[in-house]
């Protein structure tokens, strides 16, 4: 599934399923950040170094997507206020940030994404 066909025909996600949301070449060849959908929900996947991350991609402190933010190392910061949040833990680092974002399962097999959701928040 492309990442395209991944956003125009959502899979919803039983728990603990892994969903298909495009290749690596499709989610990355433009940068190391990517946003998708997965059943309903707004995910920023990021790559650094050769380790993919995957987080709610909404920040938790405005209306913005963490996918168009600055990547730097483990740091992703939100482009409306500047806040950080790490990608390994979900965790607010910054003001004005005061809730830490939520982290979900991501892998890829044979060049293709897959995202776990976790319900549980943040």
């Known amino acids: 599934m492309t990442a395209s066909q991944a956003l125009i025909f959502p899979e919803q996600a039983n728990s603990?399923?892994?969903?298909?949301?495009?290749?690596l070449?499709?989610?990355?060849?433009?940068?190391?950040?990517a946003g998708v959908q997965v059943s309903g929900r707004k995910v920023g996947?990021?790559?650094?170094d050769d380790e993919l991350f995957a987080v709610d991609d909404i920040c938790t402190?405005?209306?913005a997507l963490l996918s168009d933010?600055?990547?730097d190392g483990y740091e992703i910061e939100?482009?409306?206020?500047?806040?950080a949040f790490d990608l390994r833990s979900g965790k607010a680092l910054c003001s004005?940030?005061?809730?830490?974002?939520?982290c979900h399962q991501?892998?890829?097999?044979?060049?293709?994404?897959?995202?776990?959701?976790?319900?549980?928040e943040a």
Request: net charge negative; proline share 4%.
């Open 16 to 23: 603990g399923q892994w969903i298909a949301v495009g290749t």
């Open 25 to 33: 070449a499709e989610l990355f060849g433009q940068g190391d950040c």
């Open 45 to 48: 996947l990021f790559k650094v």
């Open 61 to 63: 402190h405005g209306n």
């Open 69 to 71: 933010g600055d990547l």
């Open 78 to 83: 939100c482009p409306l206020h500047a806040g």
């Open 96 to 102: 004005p940030l005061l809730k830490n974002t939520r």
């Open 106 to 120: 991501v892998k890829a097999e044979d060049g293709c994404v897959f995202v776990q959701l976790v319900t549980v």
